[in-house]
């Protein structure tokens, strides 16, 4: 089965950049959408398809996906971001849907 | 404004059986697939099921196939997730989810409702 790959943990200090990366098999190949959840609610999305957002979310949340990792970048981190992200994409291979293990952000 | 609100969680033994609802508004939605994704206390998000915007096509994961069965009506704007032969390891908040296409397949989950737990215990 398709597996994706998340750092358990990712820490930035406010007004840097953060970087979250996912890695699977030839990911580059598929599309990648990434979700933010805060502790107690559900999950939001914040990229699909690789990079596009959605309305409403900020544009310092982008996406980049090639080779065999895609990357959630968080432009100038406010401490809001701080949250749990996850990537996610659809195995056609098995028709699944798979989730990376997910990623801490912590804002120092 | 878009809406999903998920029903019918709650304590049941090992074995035991348990419907879920999932009422939706806000959009038309027979053109959209639908998932069921779980999170077990204190791990990450598990795909479950999804269900095409016709009802004709449904996925399952390993962990539930065979187990669950994920159904909806369109006339209701209603989508369901039957569990039969519930397992500890069942035990988890589980969301409903839009995703952003009709076919369920490469979609992301674009609204989520705001779960329901589901306990399975002695």
């Known amino acids: 089965s398709y597996v994706l790959t998340q750092p358990p943990s990712v820490s930035v200090a406010p007004g840097q950049t953060a970087r979250i990366t996912c890695g699977g098999n030839?990911?580059?190949?598929?599309?990648v959408h990434w979700y933010q959840q805060k502790p107690g609610q559900a999950p939001v999305l914040v990229v699909y398809?690789?990079?596009d957002r959605p309305s409403g979310i900020p544009e310092r949340f982008s996406g980049s996906n090639s080779g065999n990792t895609a990357t959630l970048t968080i432009s100038r981190v406010e401490a809001g971001d701080e949250a749990d992200y996850y990537c996610?994409?659809?195995?056609?291979?098995?028709?699944?849907?798979?989730f990376g293990g997910g990623t801490k952000l912590t804002v120092l | 404004e878009v809406q999903l609100l998920e029903s019918g969680g709650g304590l049941v033994q090992p074995g035991g059986s348990l419907r879920l609802s999932c009422a939706a508004s806000?959009?038309?939605?027979?053109?959209?697939?639908m998932s069921w994704v779980r999170q077990a206390p204190g791990k990450g998000l598990e795909w479950v099921s999804a269900?095409?915007?016709?009802?004709?096509?449904?996925y399952y994961a390993d962990s539930v196939k065979g187990r669950f069965t994920i159904s909806r009506d369109n006339s209701k704007n209603t989508l369901y997730l039957q569990m039969n032969s519930l397992r500890a390891e069942d035990t988890a908040v589980y969301y409903c989810?839009?995703?952003?296409?009709?076919?369920?397949?490469?979609?992301?989950?674009?609204?989520w409702g705001q779960g329901t737990m589901v306990t399975v215990s002695s």
């Open positions: 269900i095409s915007g016709s009802g004709g096509s449904t």
């Open positions: 996610q994409v659809w195995d056609s291979g098995s028709d699944h849907v798979v």
């Open positions: 398809d690789d990079s």
């Open positions: 806000g959009f038309t939605f027979s053109n959209y697939a």
């Open positions: 030839n990911i580059g190949s598929k599309s």
């Open positions: 989810a839009k995703n952003t296409g009709i076919a369920a397949r490469s979609d992301a989950f674009d609204i």
